[in-house]
């Protein structure tokens, strides 16, 4: 891909902030890309970065299993910045020395400047720092000098000032750090000399033209599903290859009420996408048909979307590229050098099947970009607030909402329940602060009473969650009134539903859906 902007080349140890400081960067409007701690330096050099950043790890470097990163990168006369590990690994490497800490140090400590230098320019006085580490540095190595000190560590910052190497013993990617921010500006811009100019509107216009180039005179086709990132890639693809786009959106029966509407009205009437609407209902509930298993649902629904796509892609002929909203945590997740293959805790399907079977090519022009830097693109694609900031939706829909069987009756019930959940916080304005809000069909009935009468109806429980990123999720402490409101118009509105329940319980040790 070829690239009209700088990029600073992070290097990840195993960090829990690696990911964070890969956004500080790009919040300096300078590219950044993260890679497995042992990547050759000549892999690195083909990206030309104007810096590199050794992350933090849980590692220690006193142990020789430890994790290293490629010598020769310290040879490549590219200004690096070390945090915490990765500072311990560059003093151990040029024969300083790292010592278990007397005491562990994690929180707040008060930094101190020593001399003058480019990194810590522009702080005054004591300036508060996020530590968080087991080993300190407790001797320099020969040529560098200690530029910060804090109570606890007298070597909290260091310089090697000719090759241009530094480290922090503190975490200047956290917001904890005072004038973290202003640290990394500080390497990237005045010690790098990157240039800040990677923005929005340069992604888009280089993403376009990058596409365009790559795809040339074939066919694109791209899986619609009305989510943030599928939504916005549509419109840049319209962009690029303009009617060589078809945007195919399934009906599976498993959505929620009015989304096939919404999606024409948009993305064919407004964008003027060729958007193929396939209704496969009727094949995906026949397929579920009296399953109970929550896995066996999931499988079931990537297999059925994977058939509906390939009898598309046949019958419009020619296809040549998928499209796909791969992001880049995706991609980090499934090549970290750490962590190992962990357990299977859901089948997520996507159309991953696709391309081996059908020899597409993949297209993902987003799998650099997060979440919320994809929103970005969308706002300066134009795309309205209302399709930028929706909430996730998985994409075994409202099935693994459903506990139990799937029947077109218990779709409907959840469709109704699930319009007057979002419906009311919308009213309140909390959309946009919860992550996810939705109701779930529970496969027991409980008794009410109605009038004078007797029921035996379905429970609905309604989910809310607070969440950065959907690993971990807090349920949202809705306003009462607002859950009584819910409560009140489910029962009333909802024929085959007389109790509503709220559900309180966090991820871990829940998932966020019930299935
Ligand atoms: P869980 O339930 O695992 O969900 O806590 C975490 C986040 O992932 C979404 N999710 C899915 N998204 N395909 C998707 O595209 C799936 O199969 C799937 N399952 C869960 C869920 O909505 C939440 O945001």
């Known amino acids: ?34 890679f497995p701690h042992d990547v050759k330096a000549r892999e690195i050099l083909k990206k030309r970065p104007k810096g590199i950043i050794l992350s933090g790890g849980p590692a220690s470097v006193r142990f020789s299993k430890s994790p290293r990163c490629d010598r020769e990168i310290f040879n490549l006369g590219i200004p690096i910045l070390g945090i915490c590990y990765g500072m311990q690994l560059m003093s151990k490497t040029f024969g300083g020395g790292v010592e278990k800490a007397k005491r562990r140090e ?17 702080l005054v006085g004591k300036t508060q720092v996020w530590m968080s580490h087991g080993d300190e540095v407790t001797k320099l190595p020969a040529r560098f000098r200690i530029i910060g000190y804090t109570k606890n560590s007298p070597i909290a910052s260091m ?12 975490h200047p990617e956290v917001v904890h750090t005072e004038d973290g921010k202003k640290i990394i500006k500080n390497f990237i811009l005045k010690i790098c000399g990157a240039k800040g100019n990677w923005t929005m509107t340069s992604f888009v216009r280089e993403a376009a033209a990058n596409i365009k180039k790559e795809t040339g005179k074939g066919k694109v086709m791209l899986a619609l599903s009305g989510g943030v990132d599928s939504s916005v890639l549509s419109v840049l693809l319209r962009r690029a290859v303009k009617e060589r ?75 040549k590229f998928l499209a796909q909203g791969t992001l880049y945590p995706d991609l980090i997740e499934s090549r970290s050098s750490f962590g190992g293959p962990s357990a299977t805790i859901k089948t997520h399907h996507n159309v991953g099947g696709l391309p081996a079977r059908m020899k597409l090519r993949l297209i993902e ?36 909402r459903i506990i139990g069987k799937v029947t077109k009756y218990r779709l409907d019930i959840l469709r109704k329940a699930d319009k007057i959940v979002i419906e009311e916080i919308k009213r309140k304005d909390l959309y946009r602060d ?16 109605m009038g004078d009468e007797r029921t035996y109806e379905n429970v609905i429980a309604i989910r809310a969650v607070k969440s950065l990123d959907g690993m971990t999720a807090d ?8 859950l009584a409101g819910v409560s009140s118009r ?15 319980s966090s991820k871990p040790p829940s998932t966020i859906e019930w299935e």
Request: aromatic content about 10%; overall charge positive; proline content about 4%.
């Open 106 to 122: 994690y929180g707040y400590a008060r930094l101190k400047v020593k001399a003058k230098n480019p990194l810590l320019s522009g």
């Open 490 to 504: 489910i029962i009333n509105e909802v024929r085959g539903v007389n109790r509503v329940v709220y559900d309180i």
């Open 159 to 170: 310089e090697q000032k000719d090759k241009k190497l530094y480290g922090v013993q503190f």
């Open 434 to 449: 919860i992550w996810q809000s939705f109701a779930v069909l529970l496969p027991i009935k409980t008794v009410g009473v």
């Open 365 to 400: 022009p987003f799998k650099y970009l997060f979440k919320d830097e994809v929103r970005l693109v969308g706002r300066e694609l134009g795309l309205p607030d209302e399709i930028i900031h929706r909430q996730p939706f998985p994409g075994p829909g409202l099935a693994v």
């Open 1 to 34: 891909m070829k690239r009209g902007f700088d990029t600073i080349a992070i290097l990840d140890f195993g960090s829990q902030y690696t990911q964070l400081i890969a956004r500080r960067v790009r919040e300096s409007h300078v590219f950044s890309e993260i």
């Open 245 to 319: 786009l078809t945007c195919i959106f399934v009906n599976n029966g498993l959505l929620r009420a009015g989304e096939s509407e919404r999606i024409v009205e948009v993305f064919k009437r407004h964008y003027h996408i060729n958007l193929r609407c396939v209704d496969a209902e009727e094949g995906f509930l026949g397929a579920l048909k009296d399953v109970v298993d929550p896995e066996k649902k999931r499988k079931i629904i990537g297999r059925e979307f994977i058939r509906v796509f390939e009898k598309e892609a046949k019958r419009l002929g020619g296809i």
């Open 475 to 482: 349920w949202v402490r809705l306003p009462q009134d607002l």
